[in-house]
């Protein structure tokens, strides 16, 4: 069936350096990306989310990039601090499949001083 | 704080223990959800409310049962539940329609069945 997954399911930085988490999705009609970072004992928050009609938004430190040739989504977080340090996870939706997020194992974000 | 409360935060409970988990939201979304999320494992769908109404049920075995009183309440009532079903079981609400998908989540409910 369709999926939505991580290349990765840990990953550990410097602080400072910058960080890059990486996503695969197979479902074609996806066409709304979106990443949560969940820290210990708290509930997924959003970090960024994409529309299928573009290929690269930027936050604060944060940019997520879309390659839907490849059905491939990233996550690249700048300076990465301390509190980075997180489980970060892809999710996708389309508009057939109403306003639900197909979520992905998710990438656990380690940083080291 | 994300706006969506969840309690208790832990609860241990026995195989033959009948037991609701609470989740409320304060931002006025009309939808939510109830997710189950274990380790190593994608976040799984198990019921979605829309405007109280259930829209959706992941194929959730009926020792679950949601309840949706009104649009800001969701409870999760639970009955001889097995060990497998240990897990964080997550709530959340959004807005629908809406420009974006964006879900809002609690901070979750730690369940270990003994």
């Known amino acids: 069936g369709e999926s939505v997954g991580l290349h990765l399911p840990t990953l550990s930085v410097q602080e400072g350096d910058n960080s890059i988490i990486n996503c695969a999705y197979s479902?074609?009609?996806?066409?709304?990306f979106i990443w949560y970072k969940q820290e210990s004992g708290k509930g997924p928050q959003f970090i960024i989310d994409?529309?299928?009609?573009?290929d690269k938004r930027q936050g604060q430190r944060v940019t997520v990039l879309l390659n839907k040739t490849v059905k491939h989504l990233s996550l690249q977080i700048a300076a990465t601090q301390p509190g980075d340090s997180a489980v970060y996870f892809c999710?996708?939706?389309?508009?057939?499949?109403?306003?639900?997020?197909?979520f992905g194992k998710g990438t656990s974000l380690l940083v080291t001083p | 704080e994300t706006g969506v409360t969840q309690t208790p935060r832990h609860l241990v409970m026995g195989m033959t223990n009948k037991k609701s988990l609470k989740c409320e939201q304060h931002l006025g979304h009309n939808a939510m959800y109830w997710y189950k999320q274990s380790a190593k494992k994608p976040l799984e769908l198990m019921f979605v409310y829309n405007f109280k109404e259930q829209t959706e049920n992941n194929s959730v075995p009926s020792r679950f049962s949601p309840e949706c009183p009104n649009s800001s309440h969701l409870f999760l009532h639970l009955h001889t539940l097995q060990p497998e079903d240990s897990a964080l079981y997550l709530c959340?609400?959004?807005?629908?329609?809406?420009?974006?998908?964006?879900?809002?989540f609690g901070p979750g409910t730690r369940l270990t069945v003994t």
């Open positions: 479902n074609s009609a996806s066409d709304y």
């Open positions: 959340a609400s959004s807005q629908v329609p809406s420009v974006n998908y964006e879900q809002y």
């Open positions: 999710a996708e939706s389309n508009s057939n499949s109403g306003y639900a997020l197909n």
């Open positions: 994409i529309r299928s009609n573009m």
